[in-house]
C-alpha cells in the first residue's frame, strides 16, 4: 500500500476550511492508503502563541479527527513532538538546505510581512524544513497538499533529492549501509476543486484560523446559534438569483460550493435548486445543512473529549507506529552522514 501522511496544526479552532480541505478528505484516504495523520504541535510555535492553549488545541484538535471519523484502526493518529525524530531529522536534513531555497517562500514572506520584524523567529524561516522531515521521515509516497502548501511539498522534494545525491547510493554503502535512495521522492495528492473555503467576510481571502475576526470562519465546534448568526451575517451582494463561477461574485460561489460539498450534491443539482432563491431562504438552507453535518461531529467530539484516557491510548499507539517507522529513516540517515552509532 503506498503511505500518505497529513496533519493540521493546533493553533486555534479548527474551521470549515480545515475540515473540508483537509480532515474530509482523509477520510476515503484511510481505506486506499497505509495513513498517518498527525497534530503539527511542532510548526504551531513558529509564530507568537499561548502556551496553556497548545496542549488543550492539540488535544481537540486530536479529537476532532476522531469525531470527524478517522478511525485509529485504520490510521496512526499522533502528535508530532511525540516522536522526537521529527526534530532531529529536520536538523540533519537543514544542513543540507540552502537559505536561499527558505528565503523565497511564499508564505514565510507573507507571514512575516504581517508579524513584524519583532515577531519572526528563525524557526518561521526554516519551517519548511520541519515539514520535510515529516514527510520524508515516512518514506510518503503521496502528500494532500492545498495551494498554499504547493511550495513547500515542492522544497520537500527537491530537499529529499539533494540528500539523496549527497548521502544516498554508493556513498551511503561505503558508511556500511545497504545503498540506494536514503527518501522516498514524494508526490503531491491534489484535493478534490471546491475544497478551497473562502472567508465568510470576503470572498477573496481563505477562511484561516488567524483571522482576527471570528465572523469570518465557521469553527467545527460552534454551536447551532453560532453557526445560524454567523451565516446571517455574513458578506453577499445585491444581483439577484445565485450562481456558481462568477468572478463579480466571489462570496455567491464560496456558499453554493460549501452546500455543495458538505450535503454531497453535485453542482447541477445545487444549481437546479438555488439558482432562483433569494438570500434570505439560501441562508436558512445553508445554516440547516451545517447544523445537520456538524451536530453529529459535535456530538461524538464531546464523547471523546469527556474520555480522556481513551484519547491517551490512541495518541499513545499511533506514536508507537509512528516512530517505528520514523527511526529507521532517522538511523539511515545519521549512518549515511557519518554520525558514530552508539
Ligand atoms: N480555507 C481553507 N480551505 C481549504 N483548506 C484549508 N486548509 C486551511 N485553510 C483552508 C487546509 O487545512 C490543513 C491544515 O492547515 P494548517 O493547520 O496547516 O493551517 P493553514 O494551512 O495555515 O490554515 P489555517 O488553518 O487557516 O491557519 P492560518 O490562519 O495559520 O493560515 C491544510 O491541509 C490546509 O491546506
Given at each position: 500500500?503506498?503511505r500518505?501522511?497529513s496533519?493540521v496544526?493546533?493553533?486555534?479552532?479548527?474551521?470549515l476550511g480545515?475540515?473540508l480541505?483537509?480532515?474530509?478528505?482523509?477520510?476515503?484516504l484511510?481505506d486506499l492508503?497505509e495513513?498517518?495523520?498527525?497534530?503539527?504541535?511542532l510548526?504551531?510555535?513558529?509564530?507568537?502563541?499561548e502556551?496553556p492553549?497548545?496542549?488543550?488545541?492539540?488535544?481537540?484538535?486530536a479529537?476532532?479527527?476522531l469525531?470527524?471519523?478517522?478511525?485509529?484502526?485504520k490510521?496512526?493518529?499522533?502528535?508530532?513532538?511525540?516522536?522526537?525524530?521529527?526534530?532531529?531529522?529536520?536538523?540533519?536534513?537543514?544542513?543540507?538546505?540552502?537559505i536561499?531555497?527558505l528565503?523565497?517562500?511564499i508564505?514565510?514572506?507573507e507571514?512575516?510581512?504581517?508579524?513584524?520584524d519583532?515577531?519572526?523567529g528563525?524557526?518561521l524561516?526554516?519551517y519548511?524544513?520541519?515539514?520535510?522531515?515529516?514527510?520524508?521521515?515516512?518514506?510518503?509516497?503521496l502528500?494532500?497538499?492545498g495551494?498554499?502548501?504547493t511550495?513547500?511539498?515542492?522544497l520537500t522534494?527537491?530537499?529529499?533529492?539533494?540528500v539523496?545525491n549527497?548521502y544516498?547510493?554508493?556513498?551511503?554503502k561505503?558508511?556500511?549501509?545497504?545503498?540506494g535512495?536514503?527518501?522516498?521522492v514524494?508526490e503531491a495528492l491534489?484535493?478534490?476543486?471546491?475544497?478551497r473555503v473562502?472567508?465568510l467576510?470576503?470572498?477573496?481571502s481563505?477562511?484561516s484560523?488567524?483571522?482576527?475576526?471570528d465572523q469570518s470562519?465557521i469553527?467545527?465546534?460552534?454551536p447551532?446559534?453560532?453557526?445560524m448568526?454567523?451565516?446571517?451575517?455574513c458578506?453577499?451582494?445585491s444581483?439577484?438569483g445565485?450562481e456558481?463561477?462568477?468572478?463579480?461574485?466571489?462570496?455567491?460561489?464560496?456558499l453554493?460550493?460549501i452546500?455543495?460539498?458538505i450535503?454531497?450534491?453535485t453542482?447541477?443539482?445545487?444549481?437546479?435548486?438555488?439558482q432562483?432563491?433569494?438570500?434570505?431562504s439560501?441562508?436558512?438552507?445553508?445554516?440547516?445543512?451545517l447544523?445537520?453535518h456538524?451536530?453529529?461531529?459535535?456530538?461524538?467530539?464531546?464523547?471523546?473529549?469527556s474520555?480522556?484516557g481513551?484519547?491517551?491510548d490512541?495518541?499513545?499507539?499511533?506514536?508507537?507506529?509512528a516512530?517505528?517507522i520514523?527511526?529507521?529513516?532517522?538511523?539511515?540517515?545519521?549512518?549515511?552522514?557519518?554520525?558514530?552509532?552508539?
Amino acid at each position: 500500500k503506498k503511505r500518505v501522511v497529513s496533519g493540521v496544526q493546533p493553533t486555534g479552532l479548527v474551521h470549515l476550511g480545515n475540515y473540508l480541505g483537509a480532515i474530509k478528505n482523509w477520510l476515503s484516504l484511510q481505506d486506499l492508503y497505509e495513513t498517518l495523520f498527525f497534530i503539527v504541535d511542532l510548526h504551531a510555535i513558529t509564530l507568537p502563541y499561548e502556551a496553556p492553549q497548545l496542549s488543550k488545541a492539540t488535544r481537540s484538535t486530536a479529537a476532532i479527527y476522531l469525531a470527524c471519523g478517522i478511525d485509529s484502526s485504520k490510521a496512526s493518529i499522533f502528535v508530532q513532538s511525540h516522536v522526537r525524530a521529527h526534530v532531529e531529522l529536520m536538523w540533519l536534513l537543514s544542513s543540507s538546505t540552502p537559505i536561499g531555497w527558505l528565503n523565497r517562500m511564499i508564505q514565510f514572506k507573507e507571514k512575516s510581512r504581517k508579524a513584524g520584524d519583532e515577531n519572526v523567529g528563525v524557526a518561521l524561516l526554516t519551517y519548511p524544513v520541519l515539514m520535510a522531515s515529516d514527510i520524508l521521515l515516512y518514506q510518503s509516497d503521496l502528500v494532500p497538499v492545498g495551494e498554499d502548501q504547493t511550495q513547500h511539498l515542492e522544497l520537500t522534494r527537491e530537499i529529499a533529492e539533494r540528500v539523496n545525491n549527497l548521502y544516498g547510493g554508493r556513498k551511503w554503502k561505503k558508511m556500511g549501509g545497504r545503498g540506494g535512495s536514503l527518501f522516498k521522492v514524494p508526490e503531491a495528492l491534489i484535493p478534490p476543486a471546491g475544497a478551497r473555503v473562502m472567508s465568510l467576510t470576503d470572498g477573496l481571502s481563505k477562511m484561516s484560523k488567524s483571522a482576527p475576526s471570528d465572523q469570518s470562519r465557521i469553527n467545527l465546534l460552534d454551536p447551532k446559534d453560532v453557526i445560524m448568526n454567523k451565516i446571517k451575517r455574513c458578506k453577499t451582494d445585491s444581483l439577484p438569483g445565485l450562481e456558481f463561477d462568477n468572478p463579480e461574485r466571489p462570496e455567491c460561489n464560496n456558499l453554493l460550493s460549501i452546500y455543495q460539498i458538505i450535503t454531497g450534491k453535485t453542482k447541477e443539482e445545487v444549481v437546479g435548486e438555488c439558482q432562483n432563491m433569494n438570500w434570505g431562504s439560501f441562508k436558512t438552507t445553508l445554516t440547516d445543512a451545517l447544523i445537520d453535518h456538524l451536530q453529529p461531529i459535535q456530538i461524538r467530539y464531546e464523547e471523546i473529549m469527556s474520555d480522556p484516557g481513551y484519547l491517551d491510548d490512541v495518541l499513545s499507539e499511533g506514536a508507537g507506529k509512528a516512530a517505528e517507522i520514523a527511526d529507521i529513516t532517522l538511523n539511515n540517515v545519521y549512518q549515511a552522514m557519518g554520525f558514530l552509532r552508539r
